[in-house]
């Protein structure tokens, strides 16, 4: 379970069981935990508010390669995925050709970056 899930759930489960406190608790008390809640969530929000404001966008370097055919080469180079220069956050390749390369050659069906 990721981050972000777990936040949700504990959410979920902080609302739900102030709900049901606030159902059996006596009047004064409920209503000094409710401002007490309040208080706090607005703080929480406002936080997060320019958090997100602030921070950094997210990297978003992705190459993807997928579906590509036979390479095949005889003393020189055949491509039929990706080949270049950069770098990547990530690389993600699946459902590649085969690759087949003789006399010195060089087949690339993925991602080939330097």
């Known amino acids: ?14 609302v739900a069981g102030l709900g049901i406190w606030f159902a059996v608790a006596r009047w004064d008390d409920a209503n ?3 401002t007490t809640a309040s208080a706090l969530g607005a703080v929480a929000a406002i936080g997060v508010a320019v958090w997100a404001a ?4 997210a990297s978003n370097k992705t190459v993807v390669v997928s579906g590509t055919g036979k390479a095949t080469a ?3 180079r055949a491509i ?16 590649t050709g085969d690759a087949e390369a003789t006399g010195g050659g060089d087949a690339v069906t993925g991602a080939e970056l330097d």
């Open 32 to 34: 000094r935990i409710a």
């Open 74 to 76: 005889s003393g020189g």
């Open 54 to 57: 602030v921070r950094a966008p």
């Open 80 to 95: 039929t995925g990706v080949s270049g220069h950069g770098s990547t956050d990530s690389i993600r390749v699946r459902r």
């Open 1 to 14: 379970m990721n981050t972000s899930r777990v936040v949700l759930l504990v959410t979920c489960v902080v």
